[in-house]
């Protein structure tokens, strides 16, 4: 077999709409670490980690030893009977998360958790309209797809009309055209007219990631969540974080939601979790889990495999303080990326991020004022990266931002070295 061989038959034989990143496609066929090698033997720098997802590195070793352990006792049962696994997860993740969350609910994917976290409000309320944030993903599907802010990702036109999206605190293009440094955080505050006027005035709850994803990382004022889940619960509602992409460490706290200062009553969380194995995990506090009576069950929800490279994650965040190394790396990683855009002020219009959550967003000429979005430029960007050995994401409503998400024990000098083909890759980008 051969990358060619390979992109052939993924164009035969997946749907046309598994779009893959590249002009061609690399084939990833094995990694270790922070590198990924594909079919023809070419080594990458990771800078992207399965968005996010690879949360220790490639075959990380402990997680390895932790599933393979599991395998030879058991592998599947659905939650229909406890296991070790899924009870011992199920107490690390409580004992590690904010406020009075104390239940968890496994399933499969984020899609499923935020699902859970929608209908656990409902209960718990008994109101059944939410508020959701424009530029945000919730999943794929028809009620994520519904939550999701983002056109391109809604595949149709039936949407629930029970959700109601606010703007995004989305800084650098203010929808409400203001500027962060005098308007107020005015987009939080406007969630109350937001419910006062497209609501029957009591809703379930509001779903928010702490720092919008695929949205292209838009990182919230620091104030935005307090104001937010002050208004949310004045009128019934629950404040739900969606975890998938900021937890375990990502921004350099074990959650997102600790850079704001917000305890929710439900909390959700996949990606990261398992370190690429299916996983997704949605807590809540005692009285929410209480309160709901329906049965329920999820058949690859708390899968032993996956609990198990899970509990092995957290056991190595934790023994590593990667944590801490997501904190002191990311600091490095920003501070290189603000010196690549003051030598690139026209095409990079904003730097924005927390720890190893970094974004930078696209411009045709930012000296002009102009914050025209640059797709074109993030795909030359892709390429030129790509030849040099580095991987990075992109994002954003308009396909402008470079998302960049190393794993969480990446060291200094593997930041530097992606730093160092960003530098390169823009100064050919630039060249006559």
Request: aromatic share 6%; hydrophobic share 40%; charged share 20%.
């Amino acid at each position: 077999m051969d990358s060619k061989s390979i992109r052939a038959r993924h164009k035969q034989y997946l749907l046309p709409a598994v779009a893959n990143y590249y002009e061609e496609p690399l084939v990833a066929h094995e990694g270790k670490g922070s590198r990924l090698t594909d079919l023809d033997g070419k080594s990458y720098l990771d800078f992207f980690g399965g968005i996010l997802t690879v949360s220790l590195g490639h075959a990380n070793e402990r997680v390895n030893a932790a599933v393979s352990a599991q395998l030879q006792r058991l592998s599947h049962v659905s939650t229909l009977y406890p296991t070790v696994p899924m009870v011992e997860l199920a107490e690390k993740l409580v004992s590690v998360a904010p406020g009075q969350l104390g239940k968890a609910f496994f399933t499969a994917s984020g899609t499923e958790a935020d699902e859970t976290a929608v209908m656990l409000a409902q209960v718990h309320t008994g109101n059944q309209e939410l508020v959701a944030l424009r530029h945000g993903y919730s999943g794929r599907s028809l009620l994520a797809q519904a939550l999701v802010g983002h056109a391109s990702y809604r595949a149709t036109p039936s949407q629930v009309a029970a959700i109601k999206h606010a703007p995004s605190p989305y800084c650098y293009r203010c929808p409400l055209r203001l500027e962060p440094k005098s308007c107020g955080t005015a987009c939080a505050k406007d969630l109350e007219e937001l419910i006062r006027t497209t609501t029957t005035g009591r809703i379930a709850g509001m779903l928010a990631e702490p720092i919008q994803g695929v949205g292209g990382f838009i990182t919230p004022p620091k104030d935005y969540f307090a104001i937010a889940s002050d208004i949310i619960r004045k009128y019934g509602g629950v404040m739900i974080i969606d975890e998938v992409q900021t937890g375990f460490g990502r921004t350099g706290k074990m959650w997102g939601s600790q850079q704001y200062d917000v305890e929710p009553e439900i909390m959700t969380m996949a990606k990261g979790i398992a370190n690429g194995l299916p996983l997704a995990a949605t807590l809540c506090t005692p009285a929410i889990a209480d309160s709901f009576k329906a049965s329920t069950i999820s058949t690859f929800g708390g899968n032993p495999l996956s609990c198990a490279a899970a509990s092995a994650v957290l056991d190595e965040i934790q023994e590593k303080e990667l944590v801490e190394n997501a904190a002191r790396r990311g600091a490095e990683l920003r501070e290189g990326l603000e010196r690549l855009q003051r030598k690139h002020p026209k095409t990079i219009g904003d730097v924005r991020g927390m720890g190893l959550m970094q974004a930078l967003e696209l411009v045709v000429d930012e000296t002009t004022q102009d914050r025209t979005p640059n797709a074109r430029a993030t795909l030359q960007l892709f390429e030129e990266t790509k030849k040099r050995g580095l991987l990075i994401g992109k994002g954003g409503l308009y396909g402008n931002t470079i998302r960049i998400a190393p794993a969480l024990n990446i060291t200094a000098e593997e930041i530097n070295e992606g730093l160092k083909v960003l530098e390169e890759s823009f100064a050919a980008m630039e060249a006559p």
